[in-house]
């Protein structure tokens, strides 16, 4: 009776419930119901797979969570590979190729984790085979940005890899983000950032918004080896391990980034400024083909106690073919503290408010330092075979090293520049070094290898996972051709008491003070602008020309003042007791003139300073100062020597000079004195004069006798200084005065010239040759007029040329040397020969000839050029 009625069972047959007969007593075993177990295990396998997949889910999210709130178009999946790894099933990306994803916490670990790029299975490095992504229907990511929007840092620990198509990987949190032993694979750009990025309506990236949050490497550090570009973008970045990459690009401070990073904007920052907008510790390290450090934040600076290296083979892979491989640049609106190493294989540049390096800062070519608000301070080593430093305040190199490594130039610029307390200067003699291990020119040894100089940094510069020999170490230093010319210049002084500037070329030092007390300058060229230069116990050693822009002042004096300083020790020594202490200041001042007037003629002249002619000059000078002795002639040779070497000569100039001195003291003041000439001169004329004037002659008369004979022993003396080349502008203006006043009592200018000069045979013409000289005129009735300014080299000439040639060019020297022949004797032989016929030579004529001198036969072509001087074409032995 209850067959319509029905009830609901369970179908074990069926594996579900079914309505039955409410009379049916149970469900029965079916047509095909077994009474196995087989059931119960397969109902238990499924049970546990579901609570592995359970358990597997909880342990991937507490890795890598999508935000709840996302968008569906910003919500990627997080689910596994089949071992284990974070697999990340991305966005669908933009119309612009962009896929954003938007998590509440992103953190890989030591297994890494799985960026799914790929619309089909795919084999990936990490998770072996994935399904392909469903949400790329529309086509794969260019770009795929991980941003965080939850205040959980990210930690990288391992690898993150991009599956399928490679992309630019983007990881952003503003909460910071913290690496210890994080790599990417198949990544063709890496931007870690503590900014927020920015879309446009297209869904493509526009860029950054960097306002806080810190980027930090420690451990196992960052390797970007396999990636072409990377970029860290923080307000603060803390390297505490080695960072490894091809091309890496570190932007710090609160800024607004374009998306490729090339526009940088400064802008707020939330909350305090850190201590270092980047600080690298000494275990810290950046290996890479280039680097470029920018920090933008006013006051924020760059702290490096560990090594960033610039070489073309730090990572592997195409180094060789990237871009400016090699270079390394920093720009920095804060102060940058360096005691580790920075080193490029080609080109470094660094831009900062100050520098302050106590470490090593090396480049394969070319290095640039500039520091735009503060001092540029050097303990350490600085070196390239190019420098270019400059600095807004001082340059600072006490106890330092700026070392010119090979043949481009040298540029030091600065308000100041401090080279005292041992600091160097410029290109050193290269040591022999046969081991090649590290050693660097100059005394000593010098590895700028990363584990070498302050503090320790990373025993390698190859990423732990990469395959490589390269350890960092700098090459030895070859041998150079000589720099091309470079300068260090100085608006204020240039201070190298107890340093040393070396040049093993044109270096000129421009500076209107120069205190060398106790240090030593080996330069080319010095451009003195003041008065003052100090060389008490120095060492100066200028070995071209020395040149000058006067202000206000005669270079001849203020150099002469600085070169006192280098000869009262030695003379002082040498030859204070034989001249007497009341002598020895006019003895010095002298030698001073003499030294600086023949290198300031020189170098207005585009010559040389002979070593001949001012070992000659020195020589009579000492001579006269010493008097006649029966050593006179050693002293002069002697004196003639030390001036030589202060004026920079080699050995054979120095010896050359003074053996030129020998010959003045023996064959002009011992056998005749000009000097003593002149006051025999003098005598004469007064005596003269006071006869004419007789018993008739009043006080006044005899005041003005004396009056005159003092002009003319005044006007006599100046042009004996002049004929020997030693005289100074102010000294040439002084014989100029003196012809103004005694030409109108004698008649005529000529008169005056011949009486002064003791040539009764002057000419009218010679006579016209010396007023010129000193700017002045003729006028009937014996007066003379000033016109000018008195040209110094001019007026040597023309009253050496009264005594026969002059030769003004030394060219032939070295020919002369090499085989033996004495330059002075040679020139003084040919002047004899030609003495005869000088007079009669016109301008233009010439004359030629041979004689033998030290044994060798010379021949000789002299030509009389427009200022009556001798232009010596040829003194060259005969083969």
């Not at 280039?290 to 490096?304: A, D, K, P, S």
């Not at 100089?453 to 041998?479: E, I, K, L, R, V």
């Not at 020790?569 to 007497?580: F, H, K």
């Not at 003791?758 to 010679?766: A, F, K, P, Q, V």
Request: a negative charge; charged letters at 15%; one cysteine or more.
């Amino acid at each position: 009776m209850n067959k319509n009625l029905h009830k609901v069972i369970f179908c074990a047959a069926r594996s579900m419930r079914v309505a039955v007969q409410e009379c049916a007593r149970s469900a029965g075993k079916g047509a095909n119901r077994t009474t196995s177990g087989s059931n119960a295990i397969t109902t238990a396998i499924t049970t546990g797979m579901g609570l592995v997949a359970i358990f597997a889910s909880m342990s991937a999210s507490a890795q890598i969570v999508a935000s709840p709130s996302a968008p569906g178009n910003q919500h990627p999946t997080v689910l596994m590979a089949p071992n284990g790894v974070p697999l990340v099933q991305i966005a669908t990306p933009s119309a612009a190729g962009v896929s954003r994803n938007t998590y509440s916490q992103f953190d890989i670990q030591n297994n890494g984790a799985i960026l799914n790029n790929s619309r089909a299975n795919v084999q990936t490095q990490l998770g072996g085979w994935v399904q392909g992504n469903p949400w790329l229907a529309t086509g794969t990511a260019r770009v795929i940005v991980n941003e965080v929007v939850s205040g959980n840092p990210t930690q990288l620990r391992g690898a993150l890899e991009v599956a399928g198509d490679r992309a630019e990987v983007i990881v952003a949190n503003p909460a910071g983000i913290a690496v210890n032993g994080g790599s990417f694979l198949n990544a063709s750009r890496v931007t870690l950032t503590t900014g927020t990025p920015q879309y446009n309506l297209f869904g493509g990236l526009d860029g950054y918004a960097v306002r806080g949050g810190n980027v930090s490497v420690d451990g196992k550090g960052l390797d970007l080896s396999q990636t072409d570009y990377a970029a860290v973008l923080a307000r603060a970045v803390q390297v505490n391990a080695g960072i490894w990459a091809k091309d890496l690009k570190v932007v710090t401070g609160a800024n607004d980034i374009s998306a490729d990073h090339t526009q940088v904007a400064p802008a707020q920052g939330s909350g305090a400024a850190p201590a270092f907008a980047l600080d690298v510790a000494a275990l810290g390290g950046m290996y890479a083909n280039h680097i470029f450090l920018m920090g933008t934040e006013n006051g924020v600076g760059v702290r490096n106690a560990g090594a960033i290296q610039a070489s073309a083979n730090s990572t592997s892979g195409a180094a060789a073919t990237l871009a400016g491989a090699g270079q390394f640049i920093v720009t920095s609106a804060g102060r940058l503290e360096t005691s580790g190493t920075l080193q490029a294989d080609t080109q470094l540049r660094i831009d900062a408010a100050s520098v302050a390096n106590s470490g090593t800062i090396a480049a394969g070519t070319d290095l640039h330092i500039a520091s735009s608000a503060g001092d540029l301070a050097n303990g350490g080593l600085v070196q390239a075979p190019h420098l270019d430093l400059s600095s807004s305040a001082q340059i600072d190199n006490r106890l330092g090293t700026i070392r010119q490594t090979g043949s481009a130039s040298l540029t030091v610029s600065a308000p100041s520049l401090s080279n005292t307390a041992g600091g160097t200067i410029g290109l050193a003699p290269v040591a022999d070094n046969s081991s090649g291990a590290g050693s660097t020119p100059g005394t000593g040894t010098s590895d700028t290898s990363p584990n070498s100089g302050a503090g320790s940094a990373p025993s390698s510069t190859t990423p732990p996972s990469t395959a490589g020999t390269n350890t960092g170490a700098t090459p030895a230093p070859q041998p150079v051709a000589p720099p091309t010319p470079g300068t260090l210049t100085a608006s204020t002084a240039i201070l190298n008491d107890g340093g040393h500037i070396e040049a093993g070329g044109a270096l000129v030092l421009a500076t209107p003070q120069i205190n060398n007390a106790g240090g030593r300058l080996a330069i080319a060229d010095l451009a003195v602008t003041g008065p003052n230069f100090s060389n008490a116990g120095g060492e100066l050693s200028v070995k071209a020309v020395i040149s000058t822009a006067i202000n206000g002042g005669s270079l001849e004096e203020a150099l002469k003042e600085g070169l006192k300083g280098a000869l009262v020790d030695t003379v002082a020594a040498q030859g204070a007791n034989a001249i007497g202490d009341m002598n020895l200041d006019e003895f010095t001042n002298k030698i001073a003139h003499a030294i600086a007037g023949c290198a300031v003629g020189a170098a207005r002249t585009d010559g040389s300073c002979a070593a001949g002619a001012l070992g000659a000059a020195v020589g009579e000078m000492a001579a006269e100062a010493y008097g006649r002795q029966i050593d006179t002639v050693q002293f002069a040779a002697m004196m003639s020597a030390i001036a030589a070497a202060i004026a920079g000569g080699d050995a054979t100039q120095i010896n050359l000079a003074s053996q030129a001195g020998a010959n003045a003291a023996a064959n002009n003041y011992l056998s005749h004195s000009p000097f003593a000439s002149v006051r025999e001169l003098v005598a004469k004329e007064n005596a003269r004069l006071t006869e004419e004037c007789g018993q008739s002659c009043t006080a006044e008369d005899f005041q003005r006798i004396d009056q005159q004979a003092a002009a003319v022993e005044r006007a006599a003396n100046l042009a004996e200084v002049a004929k020997r080349g030693v005289i100074t502008p102010d000294q040439a203006q002084q014989l100029a005065q003196a012809l103004l006043e005694i030409a109108p009592v004698y008649g005529t200018a000529e008169s005056a010239l011949q009486l002064i000069t003791g040539r009764t045979s002057l000419t009218g013409e010679e006579a016209n040759r010396i007023l010129a000289a000193v700017g002045l005129v003729p006028i009937a009735g014996g007066v003379v007029r000033k016109v000018g300014e008195p040209v110094v080299e001019t007026l040597t000439s023309v009253l050496r040329a009264l005594d026969g040639p002059v030769f003004k060019t030394t060219h032939y020297a070295t020919r002369l040397e090499a085989e033996g022949v004495n330059v002075a004797r040679a020139e003084a032989a040919v002047a004899k020969e030609v003495a005869a016929m000088w007079q009669n030579m016109e301008v233009g004529g010439s004359v030629s000839g041979r004689l033998r001198v030290d044994g060798v036969q010379i021949e000789y072509r002299v030509r009389v050029l427009p200022d009556g001087t001798a232009n010596v074409g040829t003194i060259f032995p005969v083969k």
